[in-house]
């Protein structure tokens, strides 16, 4: 009786501490997500604005996504940025400069660095799967917001990943929308916060329709990204994916 005793605690305790079958896989929340925002292909039009303290400036960006890391976009307003562009494939990145008619290929050390003065990054903007590939995730908590639960994830980089942030932290709903996205340093010390400010039905979806990207330090500047158009589509012609349709676009 004693050993039966001592087994039923044995597989009690076992059934206790162990995962249940319901428990969230992390690391599938965020790839459902990324894909999700993504798509298999997507076009879009988006206003983007940069605002400090004593001044404003907007621009508008044309921009096709393809699969979940290639990117291209093009500035075309206000008339003296037009035809600024960027390309992302896979881990590589160029960008193309009109007014010198030159494209430069950006070396990974400048991947972080700001897209055309705004609090974006190169790889903010592109919506890069850098977060997929290099990052361990890991469900931290779970709330109930506006009748959706939104996990919040922590992404921690992989051992020798090539990667800038020590650290981010996400917030994503059940229904796969990107709420926000933390980036900390190395000392894991808050450096700046991508949050949605609005969500709405865009190219057949809810999806979050406007973005602001704002510096932990930075009490009244920020970027906001607001969608104008989005469609998304099951494939995109490979040549709009070329250092050749950068430095020369065409419409498709």
Not at 67 to 77: A, E, H, M, N
Request: glycine share 6%; with cysteine.
């Amino acid at each position: 009786m004693h050993k039966k005793s001592l087994m039923m605690t044995l597989i009690l305790m076992g059934l206790c501490f162990s995962a249940p079958a319901w428990a969230v896989d992390a690391n599938e929340v965020v790839n459902r997500a990324h894909e999700y925002f993504r798509g298999q292909a997507s076009f879009s039009v988006v206003e983007m604005r940069i605002h400090r303290p004593d001044w404003e400036r907007g621009m508008t960006l044309k921009a096709y996504t393809q699969g979940l890391s290639d990117s291209i976009f093009f500035v075309i307003d206000p008339p003296k940025d037009e035809g600024n562009g960027t390309l992302k494939k896979g881990d590589e990145m160029w960008m193309y400069n009109p007014k010198v008619n030159r494209v430069i290929k950006v070396p990974p050390s400048m991947m972080s660095q700001s897209w055309m003065g705004s609090d974006f990054s190169n790889n903010d903007l592109a919506k890069s799967d850098a977060i997929l590939k290099h990052y361990q995730h890991s469900l931290e908590k779970t709330e109930e917001r506006d009748g959706h639960k939104v996990y919040i994830i922590k992404s921690m980089p992989k051992e020798g990943a090539p990667v800038v942030w020590g650290m981010q932290r996400l917030e994503i709903r059940d229904d796969d929308v990107w709420m926000s996205q933390e980036f900390y340093d190395e000392d894991l010390e808050l450096v700046k916060a991508l949050t949605t400010q609005k969500i709405k039905q865009m190219g057949g979806r809810l999806f979050p329709a406007v973005w602001r990207m704002q510096k932990a330090d930075a009490k009244n500047a920020y970027t906001q990204v607001t969608y104008q158009e989005l469609r998304f589509m099951e494939d995109l012609p490979d040549r709009i994916f070329t250092v050749s349709n950068l430095r020369n676009p065409r419409d498709f």
